[in-house]
Structures are given as structure tokens and as C-alpha cells.
DNA sequence: GTCGCATCTGCGGATTCCGCATATATCGCT
DNA sequence: AGCGATATATGCGGAATCCGCAGATGCGAC
């Protein structure tokens, strides 16, 4: 999860035109991807195949967790003694938990958390987030409307 | 982008199991997944349609910011006065901004950004997110490195 | 009952996917 | 310069997939 293939080699623009379309659509054909970029199909379907298994992008499905009957979203704050790369890594061994970045500012770790219920978010943040060893304290962000979610960074 | 159909009803557990499918991998061919749920192809079409059309579900390929040479990640948190949901939309509309969501707690928006340099951030934070009027304060949190991030939440 | 709507199935043709053989370009090494 | 090794490209043919359409099936409203 956390070892990712150091690939500092940077994208040449036609893997970024590709990215680009499967961020608009993670179906489009490669016959129709090549046609645009002026690759042939099995070049397109090559480059995919290599971008995803380097970790550069993968494509699937993004749902939106209101929609599925998760009705508690919130980011968690928490502020850590000691080694906050192990904290955050316990933080990411709960289920609930969907994104967990390390940070640099008055919180160590941002954990973004979906719950079905009230009940069951006390639940994680009591028992099972404020237990962890070197947590000291959390503080908690409730979503109440999601206004943005976009996935097509770093083209255009 | 804010004008989400309310579809407050619940999916059924086909529907359920089909995003399953299409959460590890956006591209399995909708006769496989048939087959795996008990539905002809052509029904496993339509309900993805449908998923998709309603927003329940996009298919996209997402990606690593850094390997896209993305290097400066933040969680932005914002107090405001005033009307939270049309600064949220003023926010929304900042190219960096990858996602907002309207919050409960001791911030009233949270914006995550991504920046090609701490230039670029230090302008987004100064000159045009506490521009925004309304915008009483921000605290920025610095990405340091992203531990997890999961595109699978409401099932299993 | 039956009308209307939503959803499912089956089917045929166009398209796409996928593996393989082969071509070309680049790089490192002697 | 010569020569492999590697990476990436193309073309091709067969299997699989996608996609629209016509026709069943199920269910609620009246």
C-alpha cells in the first residue's frame, strides 16, 4: 500500500492525453483513444496496461457514499505523539476509514471516515481511533454536503 | 455539479454487487459480472446506465498526483460568516481544488488542493481563496505523504 | 381487469479486445 | 562502429464484447 514503485521518470504528453480521456471516461475504447492521440489501439492498450501497473492511475468505479445509504461522513483530525507514520498506519487498518494522509500543520494525520450511522462513528472514534497508543487528542469534521469531487488533477 | 437527482431510495443488493465489481475494476466486461450476479449482460448494462446517469457511480481512472508531477497536496480548512454554501461554490470553482465538502465542527468548509508548486499554493491561499468574501480564516494542512486511499467504501 | 411503466431476456451485427509475430528506435557496452 | 538488449510501435486474425432492438415479464395505479 505504501510501497510504491519510485517511478520519478516524468509522463510524456501522449500518456497524459490518455489519462486524460479515461479520467472523462474510464470506458472510452482504445481504437477511439488511439484514433485522438495518434496511437494504434494495441500502443493505447499497452500504455494503460503499463500506467496502471506502475500505480500512475487505475480505473474503477467512484460512488458517492450518501447514494449508497451512508448517511455519516466526516474527516477526523488527530494529533499524535511519538511516531505518527505508524499511528497512521493503524488508523488505516480500520474499515471505515477510507483516506488517510500524513500532514504538516496543527493536526499529524487527516483520516476520512464513512459510517452508516451516529452510533457506529462514536463507536470508531471512542474505542477504536482514541485507543491507539499515541493518540492524543481528535477532533472531528461531520460532512454535511459534499460540493466538489473531481478526479482529473494534473491535466489540462 | 451540485445538482444531484435526490434519489433517496435504496439500491437493491444486485446493484450493490455490480458496483462491488466495478470498484476493483472499472473495465470487467459486463458479461462477466452478469454471470457473477445472476443478470444477462444486457441487464447489467442498463443498471450501470442507470447507476451512472443518476450519480450514483462514475467510471474513471484515477491517479497518484505526485507521479503526475504534482508535488504540493492540502487539506484547507476555512471558517466563514455568512452563507458556507456559496463560498463553497466560489471555492469549487478554483481549478486547484480537487474537493470540498460543507462541515460540522471548528471549520466550515474543507477544500483539498493540488499544486504543482508551493508558489502556486501560497497565491491560491492568498490572493484567491481569502479573497473569497466571507472567508474569515483558513488553516492549511500540508500533505506529507498519502497512506490510504480506497475508492471501494459502502460495500462489502 | 388492464393500462402504463420499469426491467429483463435473447439475438444479430458492428466493434472491440487480446495475443502474437514482427518492425524500429534507443541505449549501453566492447 | 558494431552489436545485443530493451522498450515501444504496428498489423493482423479470432474470440469476446458491446449495443440497439424487439418482445416477454412483473408490478402498481386506477
Redesign the interface.
Known sequence: ??D?TP?VQ??DDIS?AI?EH??????RSYADIGKAVGLSETAVRNRVQRLVD????????????L????AR???V?IRTSGDS?RI??EV?AL?E???????????DV?AEV?CASDDELIDLLNKRVRAIDGVVAT????????????????T?
Chains 1, 2 share one sequence.
Open positions: 500500500m505504501a510504491r517511478r516524468q509522463l497524459r489519462i479515461l479520467q472523462a471516461d474510464g470506458r506502475a500505480g500512475v492511475m487505475q480505473i474503477v468505479a467512484v460512488t458517492d457514499p447514494q449508497l445509504g451512508f461522513q466526516a474527516m483530525g507514520t497512521a498506519a488505516s474499515p476509514v477510507t483516506y488517510v494522509v500524513l500532514t504538516a500543520g496543527s493536526f487527516l464513512v477532533e472531528s469534521f461531520v460532512y454535511l454536503r459534499l460540493v466538489k469531487q473531481l478526479y482529473d488533477w494534473g489540462q
